[in-house]
Structures are given as C-alpha cells and as structure tokens.
C-alpha cells in the first residue's frame, strides 16, 4: 500500500507528521508499506517528491497539487493508498480513479474549520477546502484521530456516509516519550533550575493559539520562567505579531525564553519532563499529540477544552482543562497559577498522565485497528470503473 504525506523524516514540523512518522514505522512490519512524501532523494521504501521548478513563486495550494500529480504517478502497481492532510489528499484520490484501488484519508484537521489559513494561502485556500472535500466525500474510509473529530468531518461533509468514517485515536510512543532527568537542555537554554517554568512546544500559527498564551502569561506567578519552542510561523503577519507579543511580555517579566529553531527531539522530551506545567492554548485541535507527548513524560498539563483534547487530557486527573471562551486568556493564567501552586497535586498528575498515555494510546495498537480497516476496506466488492458518456 502507499502513505502518503507531506511531512516525513527529516521534515517533520508537526502533528501529523509525527503521527505518519511512528504509524509507518509499526505498518511497515504488517503491511507491504511504501511512504510517498515531500522532499528530495529516495530510499528503501520512501520516495520524496518535490513541487515542479515551473510553479517556484507560485501559490502554494498549486505547488502542492504538482505533488500530488507526481506521487499519484508513482503509485500505479500499489492496491490501496492511504493520505494524509490535504497537502496529500488529492494524490490519493487521483490514485483511486486511476488505478481503481481504494482509498483511506486521514484527517487530522479540516480546512473549513481553519478559516484563518485564507491569510496564509490566499486564494489557495480555495483550492485546499476543494481538494480536501474533493478526496474525503470520496474516500472509501475515513479516520478520525478523535470522536470530537469524527463528528467535525460529518458536520463539515454531510454527504459522507457515517458508516465510512472510524474512529482510531493517535498514539505516543512510550518508550521513546519517557521522563529524562538530564539537564543538559536546560542548561543550553541558560534556564534558571531553581525555578518552576511553563512550557510550550508548537508551531506559531492562530489554530495553536500562542497570541493567546503570550497574553496569558503575563500575570501568572512571577517565580515561574515561560519556555516557548515555537517555530515555523504560518505567515510573516503571525510572525510579526508574535515577535511583538514576545518583546512586550519579555519588559514586564524575567525568564522568558524562546527558542524558535526546531529542537532534536531527546532535547524536547527533557525539556518536557523538567516543565512544572505543560501548556496547549490552541482554539482547534482534532486531538493534540503534544499532550500525550508531555503526558508521557511525566508532566501536568494545563490545555484547551476544544475538539480532541479532553479525550486525551483527563481534567483534574491529568491536568487542567480551560474553556476556549471570553474569558479564555485570563482562564488560562488561573489554570496555570493553579498547578505552579500546588507542586504535590502536579506530581500525581504527571504520573496519572504517564500511566493513561501506556494504557491507551501505544502505536502498536493504532497500526493494527489501522490494518483491520485496510483489510476490510479492500474486502469489499469493488465496482468497476466507469468512463462517463462523451457530450
């Protein structure tokens, strides 16, 4: 079968690529897996692709579209394609009409509930909601990485039958996600170990809701330092206004520290592990790797009550869950006020977070249920291709 993706190692920069990256690695043992991605080269088993030279400068959502036209060609001879995001999605579907074979989107955000990527891809956006429309109310099946997103895909594409979209949450791998009492990260950083520090790992972009957070923070506990890997902004607008954000929170409090360029990963997960709180402000999330991420190492979180996230982040038990209302950014200092304050109920947090992200979400049994669907799928009569009547 083909998994198709944008992000792949080395490029991996966010949620879904973490999840193709751990959900190829267990597919590769049961599955003949071939991953189609974007970049340069080959090797066994993965072949990059990259957008035409022709459409350099051009719109995004064009250049993107090349890809897919390039991957959609290298798939023929493969009996089921799977996709990923709308940067793949169309590559999937042309595959399924080309080559008759079925295919499995993920989706692991809709574009009709991220208005503002209009201010990133313009008029692309357009094509993006047509593209991701286009492959979903087509696609023999559909997995949802939530319940809180099987029900956003049936209200945002009510043509699609309820029968086709299944639930298979993401997962975390736990013996990769593990505390690490190292200091060597934090040491880099200059952070002050004799002090508490929020942190937060995403990318800058309205859906993660960082404005909100660098808002938040000003007034939280003045002992505790604000750590933010933030990187990869969506636009230079974002951009900006988080730089501005940045700077002002930066005059009126001390130990704020940021670090924009993509950290090795055995660097996130000590940064994780020391953090007093992890922080998820985001206004959108399907589900939300990151908590599990923090969660596995052992840390509280303080996240959003919003899409996936409350099936992941246990309020109370795990952490704090904080309504994404008028009064979110103040809800979101008291939260964090809260788990700063009280350091014991914070410890039986973060190993409440530890054990549920064991229990519940090992890549092992996300690729088998991922399996059961691909083996019922191609189970199923296929129709022959039709080749519609000439005007």
Not at 16 to 34: I, K, M, Q, S, T
Not at 306 to 313: H, K, S
Request: charged letters at 25%.
């Amino acid at each position: 079968m083909g998994l198709l993706t944008r992000e792949y190692p080395p490029d991996v920069y966010g949620g879904a690529g973490v999840h193709v990256e751990f959900l190829a690695r267990e597919l590769g043992p049961l599955v003949d897996l071939e991953v189609h991605c974007w970049g340069e080269g080959r090797a066994e088993g993965v072949l990059r692709h990259r957008p035409w030279s022709a459409l350099d400068g051009g719109n995004d959502a064009l250049r993107t579209f090349s890809v897919d036209l390039a991957m959609t060609a290298a798939l023929e001879g493969r009996d089921l394609v799977h996709s990923h995001t709308w940067y793949a999605n169309l590559g999937g579907h042309l595959a399924k009409l080309l080559y008759g074979i079925p295919h499995v989107v993920t989706a692991h955000s809709l574009e009709p509930l991220r208005p503002w990527k209009a201010e990133q891809l313009g008029g692309g956006y357009a094509l993006s909601s047509w593209a991701e429309r286009t492959a979903i109310e087509a696609a023999d099946a559909v997995i949802a990485v939530s319940g809180a997103m099987r029900e956003d895909i049936l209200a945002c594409y009510p043509a699609l039958g309820k029968d086709r979209v299944h639930v298979v949450h993401n997962g975390i791998d736990t013996t990769l996600y593990r505390p690490d009492h190292g200091t060597g990260a934090l040491d880099r950083i200059g952070l002050d170990r004799s002090r508490p520090y929020v942190l937060f790992v995403g990318r800058i972009t309205r859906q993660k809701g960082v404005p909100h957070l660098l808002r938040a923070v000003r007034d939280i506990d003045p002992a505790a330092q604000v750590v933010l890997c933030a990187g990869a902004p969506d636009t230079p607008e974002i951009d900006r206004e988080f730089r501005d954000l940045f700077a002002e929170l930066s005059r009126v409090r001390a130990g704020v520290h940021w670090i924009p360029q993509m950290l090795p990963r055995p660097e996130v997960i000590q940064l994780l592990t020391h953090a007093a709180v992890f922080v998820c402000p985001s206004v959108y999330e399907p589900l939300g790797i990151v908590n599990l991420e923090a969660m596995a190492c052992g840390t509280p979180v303080v996240a959003s009550r919003t899409g996936g996230i409350p099936e992941v982040v246990a309020d109370g038990r795990t952490g704090v869950l904080v309504d994404v209302d008028d009064d979110f950014e103040a809800g979101l200092a008291r939260a964090l006020d809260e788990v700063l304050g009280d350091p014991e109920t914070a410890r039986r947090m973060g190993e409440a977070g530890r054990e549920r992200a064991v229990d519940e979400f090992g890549w092992d049994a996300v690729a088998r249920r991922t399996v059961r669907l691909y083996e019922e799928v191609l189970a199923r009569p296929r129709r022959r291709r039709e080749i519609p009547e000439q005007a």
